[in-house]
């Protein structure tokens, strides 16, 4: 457990610089803000890097650090512009950087180890392993999942080595964040890539909104969160306004201050603020009922009118002048309850002839502080002055610019490496030839399967959940998506007893899967959960010791030709992965087979069970590329992935017959292609 201070940092939202204001003047610690670039709130007004230069002269001068979020997912065209945007972000001060996409992290590692990482909860770490990973790679902080009890919270706070910081307020996403693909795989807009729809806001099954939850407040839980060791307590709203920054800010700061939970009255104000049918503690008290909401009439009158009473802050500086004949000008200023102080030299005053300079008259000039952050009072100026000599007012003006300058960018870094360009390296990552791999999310089919279909299929992973029941053993599991610090005792059991059985491989959805699969002796295959865009990502999981990469699922089929890897190919991609059992909540636990969410257009997402209770809500519609099997085979997919779900016997022996003849989806099926929203 890694902590600054005795107390958790509080970290605010800002979407402008209005925002970040309000939070600064609130008492914040730290302000994350979106560049223009590569943010995971691409519809926020975000930060062009002129105002990100501001906006870190602003919060250093207070004592307030500012990190800046790069945590989209990355094509390999775009990240060595992302590269560069670091290494503008690092030139200005920008305290660290908050990411997801794994072959950023390890580009900037490469090129700017000087730089602080922050691995965004897009990187989906759920435990110590996954933080320790993602601190090898880089990161000093990991964003923890939002799913967390207290205690999986504090057990991975104290087990790992970078800071953990955790959401306290805001917006709850109702799948782990990093593994929602509804928005792209059905809307076409990627959350992933900062373009999210919401469609968890939507109504399903008629007119309910099972999907969309309350927002979060841990107002309640201040005292424990300071004895769990989190490093850094995060409110989400880089989309909210300035009143509701401050309002949430100031209450928070207070609570903290005061090691205290919230009174009545503050959930008050904090629900006038922003809510959705009030708050929800669930994810941290385990405690998983009641957990939907919508923004109701009644929520939106209440925020209606919400201001706070702030302006907009100046440190306060004293200053030292010095105008001497024959000698350079000189100013000092000092920042008050700092350390911080700059001393510049500007013109050499001449003799008068006419008006030579006064005392109030030079502390008149010096005090206009003008378009800065900083405040200078006349009688806060000391003033040595020779008798009988001039400056003109223009040099007076720059010595004073000149020292404000210096003073508001003290201490950010001044030299920089070169940005690398470097492509990533070329290896070849299929040691052993997978061939055409399955994953089926019900164990049960495939052990319907006749002999001849299964022939046909070169690996197989089934959940590593039912290793002691599987009546034969395949080559491969697939390790639960979800696996917290309670938990692992059971995953490393589940996986002795794989190894023991002879299951060779193991596929594996985040960096922490990695090593637990490494440990028990599997080899490790990465999952479509990896989110692997970009080349630079492949090749660090394969530095990480993975076997072969499965390609992200937002990935049409020229940019998987390109990049070289595996493709899903067949099957119901999952879109949502849920904490909360909606199966038990919506359908009753005897429709663990049969349930789905309906939409508005009638289409149909199935929800299976995963490990734990937890669920997953597949597609509508099936991705099928088996027509164009020649196309993928002459462009240069290396690997073809099928995924099994809901189908019966009949039905997935006939896919794979289709895609193995190149034969195009019955007309009565609804399917999709490889990387798009369109249908047939």
Not at 137 to 166: F, I, Q, Y
Not at 350 to 370: C, D, F, I, W, Y
Request: glycine share 8%.
């Amino acid at each position: 457990m890694r902590r600054r201070s005795n107390l958790p940092e509080l970290l605010a939202p800002a979407g402008d610089f209005e925002c970040l204001i309000a939070a600064v003047c609130a008492g914040a610690d730290a302000v994350y803000i979106g560049a223009r670039e590569f943010s995971a709130r691409a519809y926020a007004k975000n930060f062009d890097i002129f105002e990100i230069d501001r906006a870190v002269r602003y919060c250093h001068l207070f004592g307030v650090r500012l990190y800046v979020t790069v945590n989209t997912l990355l094509t390999t065209a775009e990240l060595p512009r992302a590269v560069s945007l670091a290494h503008e972000l690092y030139a200005l001060g920008v305290d660290a950087l908050i990411v997801s996409d794994i072959g950023l992290v390890a580009e900037l590692k490469r090129t700017l180890p000087e730089l602080e990482l922050h691995a965004s909860t897009q990187m989906s770490v759920h435990n110590s392993v996954g933080a320790d990973a993602a601190y090898r790679m880089g990161c000093s902080r990991v964003v923890l999942a939002r799913e967390l009890t207290l205690g999986d919270m504090t057990l991975a706070t104290e087990r790992s080595l970078p800071e953990t910081e955790v959401f306290v307020h805001g917006a709850l996403c109702v799948s782990h964040s990093g593994q929602c693909l509804f928005s792209s795989l059905v809307g076409g807009r990627s959350g992933n890539r900062g373009e999210c729809a919401q469609p968890c806001r939507l109504n399903y099954n008629g007119d309910n909104y099972p999907l969309s939850l309350k927002d979060l407040s841990l107002a309640g839980h201040i005292p424990k969160l300071i004895s769990s060791g989190v490093a850094s307590l995060k409110i989400e709203g880089r989309m909210k306004a300035p009143g509701y920054v401050y309002t949430v800010t100031r209450i928070y700061r207070a609570l903290l201050d005061g090691g205290r939970s919230a009174t009545e009255n503050e959930m008050k104000l904090l629900e006038r603020a922003f809510s959705r049918s009030g708050f929800t503690d669930g994810y941290l008290t385990g405690r998983l009922g009641g957990m939907t909401g919508t923004r109701k009439e009644s929520d939106i009158a209440a925020s209606r009118g919400i201001t706070a009473e702030y302006s907009e802050m100046r440190a306060t500086v004293a200053a030292h002048a010095s105008f001497r004949l024959g000698e350079p000008s000189r100013l000092t200023l000092m920042l008050r309850g700092t350390d911080r102080s700059v001393t510049v030299t500007g013109d050499v005053p001449g003799t008068a002839e006419k008006h030579p300079l006064t005392v109030e008259e030079l502390a008149v000039r010096l005090s206009k502080m003008g378009n800065t952050f900083l405040s200078l009072a006349k009688e806060d100026i000391e003033i040595e002055l020779d008798e009988g000599i001039n400056l003109s007012p223009a040099a007076i003006n720059a010595l004073r610019r000149l020292a404000a300058e210096e003073l508001e960018t003290l201490g950010r870094p001044r030299t920089l490496p070169t940005p690398s360009q470097t492509a990533p390296k070329e290896r070849s990552e299929h040691r052993l030839p997978l061939g055409i791999t399955a994953e089926f999310l019900v164990p049960e089919l495939y052990f319907s399967l006749n002999n001849a279909t299964r022939a046909r299929l070169d690996t197989v992973f089934l959940p590593l959940a039912g290793i002691e029941e599987y009546e034969s053993v395949t080559d491969g599991v697939a390790l639960p998506p979800v696996v917290t610090d309670s938990e692992l005792d059971e995953l490393r059991r589940l996986l002795r007893i794989a190894k023991e059985k002879g299951v060779k491989y193991a596929l594996v959805g985040n960096i922490g899967a990695i090593e637990e699969a490494c440990r028990a002796g599997l080899v490790p295959v990465s999952s479509f959960r990896m989110n692997i865009m970009n080349s630079y990502a492949k090749s660090a999981l394969l530095d990480m010791g993975v076997h072969d990469v499965t390609l992200s699922a937002e990935l049409g089929a020229p940019a998987v030709s390109q990049m070289g890897g595996r493709a899903i190919v067949y099957g119901r991609i999952p879109l949502m992965l849920t904490e909360r059992c909606f199966i038990s909540e919506n359908f009753g636990c005897d429709s663990c087979k049969s349930a789905a969410f309906s939409d508005r257009r009638r289409e149909k997402f199935p929800v299976i069970r995963e490990w734990k209770h937890r669920n997953l809500i597949l597609n509508s519609r099936v991705t099928y590329m088996g027509d164009k099997r020649a196309q993928l085979v002459r462009r240069g997919t290396v690997g073809e992935h099928f995924i099994f779900s809901t189908e019966t016997r009949s039905e997935a022996e006939a896919a794979i017959s289709a895609y193995m003849s190149g034969a195009s989806m019955p007309e009565n099926i609804l399917y999709r292609r490889m990387g798009k929203r369109e249908a047939n």
